[in-house]
Structures are given as structure tokens and as C-alpha cells.
């Protein structure tokens, strides 16, 4: 199995991952107890794989695309944020919706947006270039727009320390391994073969990271499908309107048509795998509800992710 027979099929992989996950997740309390055990070393894992793709030494030249910059900020992080707030209102009287939904939406993806933005004919690379900095801002943002989006509720649910535990364990930890790789690979043929080892991971570790965040949460979305309901025409409408935000921003920073598409894909892809340890952190009477709200949100994109593969190249033309 090589590395690119995985990257060419690692769609298809992921939707039958998930198929796996569902099916034992339904079937047995043990593998969806174990499942829930590994979410947090399983994404640490993606991460540092996913973390090993970027140039980090050489990021000046992507990173120095200061429009396309400007506009994927500006999407995700203006734009998005008020959209997810109008969307949300309807949600105000059930606050485990309400924060689930808050959770998912404000973050911007950084792991498989990077595979549908290649296979959407986006951009990739800047893409790819732009995640660490996506990371820093949402998990520094994500508390500042919870406050203002849950008002009088936020005090009971924003609590900082799973914020910073997330942040250590999932982000600065595989981030500072992932350089310090990388650097060290300059000098170590050692270091440099390990490197290439971990080239063919991402797939398999994404994979695997769908396995456990499904299959230990799948059993509570079916029982409390009723309950999230109230969830399916706002995470419908967020599909919809998602890359229509993008696609505005970029054009508003004049981005050529592959950037622009980039733009799209990134605003409307969202961070599940990653806030999920945050919804399950939440205070024990809405962490349930919460984390399955923030499932149901994966669940629906990956079918909207397909549409997009299509939808977007079409109506993202060349000028």
C-alpha cells in the first residue's frame, strides 16, 4: 500500500472508516468506551504527522501572500463568526446545542480541508502554509466569541483550562516535535528517514482519528437524534452559505482562481476532530449533548464535502 495509492483514495477511505465506526460504535459498549479513550493520542498523532507535511523553514515565501492571507482571515474569522452567530440564534434555549454548535463552527479546519482542497482544485499549499496560524487564532479567539455568542450562559460554560490543555496536548506539543524534526533533519540522515516514514501517515491517522471520534460517539447521536434535531437546517444552511463567504472574501483580496477556491474550502470546512476534547472537557450536564452535537456537524459535512468537490471547481472559474 504506498503513499500514493493512500492519498489517492484516502476519501473513499475515510467515508468506509467511518462506516467501521459506526457499525462497532453501535454494537459494543467496549469499543465505543476504548474509542473514547484514544480520541486525544489519536489526534495528537494527526497532528504531528499532518505538522510534518509543512516546510515550517521554509515558510517565508507562502506565508508572505498577504492578500491570500487577508482573505482567508478575514472569512474565518470575521465573516464566518457572524454568520454562525444568526445561525445559531434559534439555539439559544438549549445551551448543550447551543455550545456544541458554537464549538464546531467557529474553528476552521486544518487536517482533511488541506485533501479537499487539492482534490477541489483549490490551492492546497497556501492552504497547507496557513495552518498553524488558523490554529493560534481560533484557539485564541474560539473563548472571546463564545463569551459574546452565549452571553449570561458563557459562565458556565467557558472554563479556560481544557482550552489550555487542548492547546498544549494537541497543538504546541506535536507542533514543537514536528520542527524540531524538521531541523533536525538537516543534520541527521537518522531524523530524516523518520521523516520520510511518517510521509505515508497522515491518511491512516486521519482515518483512525474518524474510527475513535465516531465510534465513541455515534451511540449517543442516534439515541438524542430528536434532541439534535433543531441542529440539521442550521449545520444545512452553514454548508450552503459557508464557501459563498469565502468566495466573497477572496474575491474582495482580488486572489487569483485556485486561491480562491482554497478560501472557499476553508471557510466552510470545520475543526471537529479537534474541539471535540474541548466539548467533551464542557461541565458533565451538556457535554454529552454537546460532543454530539459537534459529531452530527462531522457527519454532515463529510456528505456536503463531496458536493463541494464538485459544486466549487464549477462555479470557481478562471476570469
Known amino acids: 500500500m504506498s503513499r500514493d495509492w493512500l492519498e489517492q483514495n484516502q476519501v473513499g477511505l475515510y467515508f468506509v472508516a467511518v462506516t467501521v465506526a459506526a457499525i462497532a460504535g453501535l454494537n459494543s459498549a467496549a469499543f465505543a468506551g476504548l474509542a473514547a479513550a484514544a480520541i486525544t493520542p489519536a489526534i495528537a498523532v494527526l497532528m504531528y504527522a499532518m ?10 515565501q507562502p506565508l508572505a501572500n498577504h492578500r491570500f492571507l487577508g482573505a482567508l482571515l478575514l472569512a474565518n474569522f470575521v465573516l464566518v463568526p457572524l454568520l454562525v452567530w444568526l445561525l445559531t440564534l ?5 445551551k448543550a446545542l447551543l455550545a456544541g454548535a458554537l464549538l464546531v463552527l467557529l474553528t476552521p479546519c486544518i487536517d482533511y480541508v488541506v485533501v479537499f482542497t487539492h482534490l477541489g482544485k483549490g ?4 492552504v497547507l502554509a496557513a495552518t498553524p496560524l488558523l490554529l493560534l487564532l481560533q484557539l485564541l479567539l474560539l473563548p472571546l466569541y ?3 455568542m452565549l452571553g449570561a450562559q458563557a459562565g458556565a460554560v467557558i472554563d479556560i483550562r481544557p482550552f489550555a490543555e487542548a492547546f498544549v496536548l494537541l497543538i504546541v506539543i506535536p507542533l514543537l516535535a514536528a520542527v524540531a524534526t524538521e531541523f533536525g533533519g538537516r543534520r541527521s540522515a537518522l531524523l530524516r528517514s523518520w521523516s520520510a516514514g511518517w510521509a505515508w501517515l497522515p491518511v491512516p491517522a486521519m482515518a483512525a482519528v474518524l474510527i475513535v471520534v465516531v465510534g465513541s460517539q455515534i451511540g449517543a447521536v442516534t439515541a438524542q437524534f ?14 450552503l452559505l459557508g464557501p459563498v463567504l469565502g468566495f466573497f472574501s477572496a474575491r474582495l483580496f482580488g486572489l ?9 474550502f476553508s471557510a466552510a470546512t470545520r475543526n471537529s476532530l479537534v474541539v471535540l476534547p474541548l466539548a467533551l472537557a464542557l461541565p458533565e450536564s451538556i457535554r454529552g449533548l454537546a460532543a454530539a452535537a459537534v459529531i452530527c456537524q462531522t457527519l454532515m459535512e463529510l456528505i456536503g464535502e463531496l458536493v463541494y468537490l464538485k ?7 478562471g476570469r
Do not use: H
Open 51 to 60: 505538522f510534518l507535511q509543512i516546510p515550517f523553514l521554509e515558510l517565508r
Open 90 to 94: 434559534p439555539l439559544a434555549s438549549n
Open 123 to 126: 490551492d492546497s499549499r497556501l
Open 146 to 148: 463564545l463569551q459574546v
Open 226 to 239: 430528536e434532541v439534535l434535531a433543531p441542529l440539521l437546517p442550521v449545520y444545512g444552511a452553514f454548508l
Open 256 to 264: 487569483n482562481t485556485t486561491a480562491t477556491r482554497a478560501v472557499a
Open 311 to 317: 459544486a466549487i471547481p464549477a462555479l470557481i472559474k
